[in-house]
Each structure stands twice: as C-alpha cells, then as structure tokens.
C-alpha cells in the first residue's frame, strides 16, 4: 500500500479552515511541506499521525485510516515543532519513556538504539535542558524513532539552528532516508529543502497550491 495517502482532506477548527480539498500521496524518500505560517502544516502533519481527524475526505497510512489508529501509530513517527517538552530528562530517559508508551518489550534497548541513531549516544544521560538546539532537535528524533517508524514526519525541524546545526541535522534524515523511510519535512522556508527534498508540496491558505520537483518549485518562486 502507498505509505501515505490524503484524498480530497479538509480540516476546520470552529469557522476556521485550515486545510482545505488537499490531495496527495507519498512514497519512499523526503518529500517537503512548504507554506508560510499558518497554512496548515502542522494539521496535515496530525492528521497523517492519526492525532487529528479530518473533517472531511481521507487520511490513509499504509492502507489505513489514520484517525486513532493504533496500527498506524506503530508506522508513523511525529517530530512536534514545540520545543522538547521534559528538559530534566536525559534524551536517554526521554527515548526509554516513548518506548514504553509505544509498549515496547525492551524500552532500554530502543531507546538506546535510538540515540545511537541520532547521534547523541556521547550526551544521552545528560539532560536535554542544558543541550544546544541541535541536540534537542535530535533528542526529539530519537524519541519519534524508538519503535523505528517506516513513516517519519517533522515539524519545522531546522527552527533557530545555526548553519552547522542544520547540515548534521540534513545528513542525519538523508541516512534516515536511505534507510528506506517515508520521510515530509515541513518548513516555511524553500532554502531549507535544498539537497534534502526531492519533491515539494506547496500550501497555502490550506490549499495545495502548487507541488513537483524541488527544481520546479524553486522556479515558481
Ligand atoms: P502551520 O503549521 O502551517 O503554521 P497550522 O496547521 O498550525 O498551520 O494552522 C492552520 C490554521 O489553523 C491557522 O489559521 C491556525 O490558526 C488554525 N489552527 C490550528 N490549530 C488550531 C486549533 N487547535 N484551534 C483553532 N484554530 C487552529
Ligand atoms: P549540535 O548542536 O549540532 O550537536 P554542538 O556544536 O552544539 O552541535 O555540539 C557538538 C557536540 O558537542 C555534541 O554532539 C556533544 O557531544 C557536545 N556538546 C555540545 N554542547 C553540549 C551540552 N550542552 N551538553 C553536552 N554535550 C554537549
């Protein structure tokens, strides 16, 4: 089944809509979410990890629905844009708690081998509260990775990172890639998508305004 597919989605909140008629469908590699603040990215990205239910047409993840679906929740790993919420715990402790929420049989084991995959193995039993932006970041990824999602989705992942911050970042999700994962980055900054997305969907005001190669993308704007 396509890893990820929405067909004709819409979300309001109250009076507000916030995606509207949204159609498209995801394979295999980094695809980016690009819109300006407020034009529905993050709901697209709750919607897909079935934290949100669309008002209207379909949100499927390998074949399902993704609305409160537990099957799909052991698919899809969700990097939230909110700084890391738990700065007492160790990016250690942070991964061994999702392993646990996710009823991992050996939480220790994944949650080491998910900081081993971002890097972090070096500061993981210090806390994330004294970590620089990049590792926080990381220690967010590793705490998506712990059940090793197929399906990946990060919410303006690059926010506030200096420019050596986001090379190791935009490394670490092309080995993340290759690895075979579905992988859509949102960000409200085309640049940012440069050498990572090779396809970008393009929305605003909830619309899918506009969505192909990065090239072709780079040329519209
Ligand atoms: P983006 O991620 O592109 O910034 P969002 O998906 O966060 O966009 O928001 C899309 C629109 O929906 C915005 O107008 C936002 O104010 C509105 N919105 C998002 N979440 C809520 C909510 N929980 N209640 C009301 N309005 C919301
Ligand atoms: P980045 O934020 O991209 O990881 P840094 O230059 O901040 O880049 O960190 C590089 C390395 O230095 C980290 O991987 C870590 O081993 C160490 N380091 C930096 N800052 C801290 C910190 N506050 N606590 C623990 N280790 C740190």
């Known amino acids: ?41 993050s709901t697209i990205l709750h919607m897909i990890a079935g934290f949100l239910a669309p008002s209207a047409g379909e949100v499927r993840v390998a074949g399902m629905t993704a609305w409160k679906n537990p099957e799909v929740y052991r698919h899809v790993g969700l990097v939230p844009e909110r700084e890391a919420v738990y700065p007492f715990l160790t990016a250690y402790e942070f991964a061994r708690m999702n392993a646990r929420l996710h009823g991992l049989p050996d939480a220790d084991a994944a949650a080491e081998r998910a900081v081993d995959t971002v890097d972090l193995r070096g500061a993981m039993h210090r806390r994330i509260g004294g970590y620089s932006k990049g590792m926080r970041q990381r220690a967010k990824i590793a705490g998506a ?33 290759d690895e075979g994962r579905t992988i859509l980055i949102s960000s409200h900054i085309l640049e940012e998508l440069d050498q990572l997305a090779n396809n970008v969907l393009v929305v605003v005001a909830g619309r899918l305004a506009a969505s192909g190669h990065f090239r072709e993308i780079r040329r519209l704007m």
């Open 1 to 41: 089944a396509t890893a990820v597919e929405l067909r004709n989605v819409s979300r309001w909140y109250g009076n507000v809509v916030a995606v509207n008629d949204i159609s498209f469908s995801l394979g295999a590699g980094i695809t980016g979410l690009l819109g300006p603040n407020g034009a529905g990215k």
């Open 145 to 177: 990775l712990v059940h090793d999602p197929r399906i990946l989705l990060l919410d303006e992942p690059f926010n506030g990172m200096d420019p050596a911050q986001r090379m190791q970042m935009m490394s670490l999700l092309k080995r993340l890639a």
